[in-house]
Structure formats: structure tokens, C-alpha cells
């Protein structure tokens, strides 16, 4: 397997000396997660920027909320940019890859590192741990988290293994066409580090399709054997009712999709449709999914004054 797995973290005098000049931004996507953005930023904060000061600069890229996600993430010590403020002359789009490719206009660091605003159990190692291999090993360009991730019932309990899309859609993906992209443990995690020098080339996909689009460009333009996996231990998070993972397992099919080239025209819109028994028998419930992916940032007018390279 081409995907290299480190089981034990860099140790923090060796991580500091490695990142130098480097500047590491944190970016947090966040739509509706009042509930728990502000311990994610708080702990990322008390870690990394006021103790041990590994992290330049702590990102929120509010997407969308209509909650009071900005206001409690501004609160505990992040920057807080509202996806939809940022080069607004691109126009509008929703999405997780949205507000990933958003954070590449208004962040300076030469390495992001991508948490989910919606983690449970979890801890500030896993920064650390995800920037172990990139800040030591220039072949390395993005790594992924790899945790046992248990699926929680509705009291919390746990009830079995969790990663439904990544089990059913991104695995059987992987194996019909990436088998060098199989080592890969958590391929959909959400929770990874990538160079700007890498991220900022590729197109990204305005939905869910963020990671697995990071993936393959990555294993294409580099090399899977520059993708690397930390051992983070466990995490857990709020879980979707399965239904509304339909839509991002269509974002997911699609990103790879779009990438097997000749093909047929990659496209910007599906519609998913899903069924609700209703007095008149089976309702249908379309739901629109974007497709859409956004060009490589480096290609946007006024990225490079913004961001110089
Ligand atoms: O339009 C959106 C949707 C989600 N999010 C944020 O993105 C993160 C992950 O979203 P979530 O809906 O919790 O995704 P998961 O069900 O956890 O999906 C997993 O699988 C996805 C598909 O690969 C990844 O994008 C996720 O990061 C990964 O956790 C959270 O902080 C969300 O608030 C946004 O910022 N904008
Ligand atoms: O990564 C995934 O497969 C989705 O986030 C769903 O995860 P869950 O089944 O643990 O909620």
C-alpha cells in the first residue's frame, strides 16, 4: 500500500524546529453548529496559539448558518468569515467544498488544516498529529486522520461502527477505480492537512465531494505515496439521519466521476429522489444536489495579491 500510516506522533520539539517559517492556518467549516464550534475553536486555541504556538492563524468559515455559529466561534477566539462575503463577485454557492475553497482567499498559511466544527470526542492532538508528516517530510502533501469512529445512538450510546457513506460509497469507489487509494482508512474524514501549494491547483467541489476530490488530485498530480495517514486515536460526532446522507453520497460518486475523464461532460446538478409514505401512498421528495466544483484557486483573479506565492 502506497499510503504510509503513522501510528506515533511527532514529538513537539522536533514538530516546532521542523515548522520554522512555516504558517499553519486552521480553518473550521461551519454551518449550524452552535452547539459545538465553540469547543473546537477554544480547544484548538488554548493549545496551539496561547500554550505551544504551532498555529498562526484559527479560521471559522461560517457557511451559511442560520444559527448563532459565527457569534459563539468569534466568541471563543477564532476569525470568523461568512462564506458568502468572500469574493462575492464569483458568485453564490452552499457547501462544505465551498467553504473550504473560500478559506484558500482569506487565509496565508502554507499548510491548512481542516477540523469539523461538529466533533464530540476529540482532542488539540489532532492538529498536531495531522501536521507531523507535512511539517517533516517535504514529499508529503496532504494527510488524512484515521480514529475509530463509533456510531452513537439517540442516548449516546454506541451502537456500532460509524462511516456509512464511507463504507457503502467512498470504499466500494476506491476499489473499482483507485485501488492505490485503498490504504487509505478514513478516506471521507473530515478532518485532514494538505499544502496550499497542492490544494490551491485542483478544482474543488462544492459539496461533499471536498475529500474525495482532495484524494484523488492529490494521489494524480503527486503520487498516492504522497498522502499519508496519523493515528488520532477516537472521535465522534452528530450524526445525519441516513436519509440526508443520500445527497452527499451523490456529491461523492460525482466528484469521482468527474475525474475519470472522458466520460461525458461532468455535470452540475442532480436530482436525488426519495420517497415519504404519505395518506396518498408514496410521496416523491426530490432534493436538487449541486454538483458544481470551483476552479483551482490559484487561477481566481486577485488569489495571488491576496495570497502571494
Ligand atoms: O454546507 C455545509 C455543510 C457542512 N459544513 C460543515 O462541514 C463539516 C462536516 O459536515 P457534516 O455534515 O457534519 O459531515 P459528516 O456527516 O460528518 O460527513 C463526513 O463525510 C463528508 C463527505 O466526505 C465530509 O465532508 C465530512 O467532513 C465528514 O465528516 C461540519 O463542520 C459542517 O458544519 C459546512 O461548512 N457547510
Ligand atoms: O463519513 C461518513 O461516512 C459520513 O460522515 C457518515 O458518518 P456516520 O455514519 O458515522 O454518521
New binding site residues.
Partial sequence: MPVRTLATPVDLDTLLAAKGTTRVSVVI???D?EATVADVVAGVRRAWVEEVPLVDELVV?D?DSTDRTAEVARAAGATVHAAADIAPALGPA???GE?LWKSLHVTTGDVLVFL???LIEWGPHFVSGLLGPLLTEPSVMLVKAVYDRPLLDEQGHEAESGGR?TELVARPLLALHHPELTGLVQP???EWAVRRAAIERFSVPVG?G???AALVDTAAAHGADAIAQVDLGRRT??H?RHDTLGP?AVQ?VAAVEARRGGRGEPRDAAVLTQYDRTAAGFTPRPRDVDLRERPPAAAVDGYRTRVPA
Avoid: C, N, Q, T
Fill in positions: 467549516p461551519a454551518r453548529e468559515i457557511s452552499r457547501g462544505k467553504a469539523d466544527a461538529d457513506v471521507l474524514a473530515g461533499y471536498v475529500e474525495i460526532h452528530r445525519h452527499m461523492v
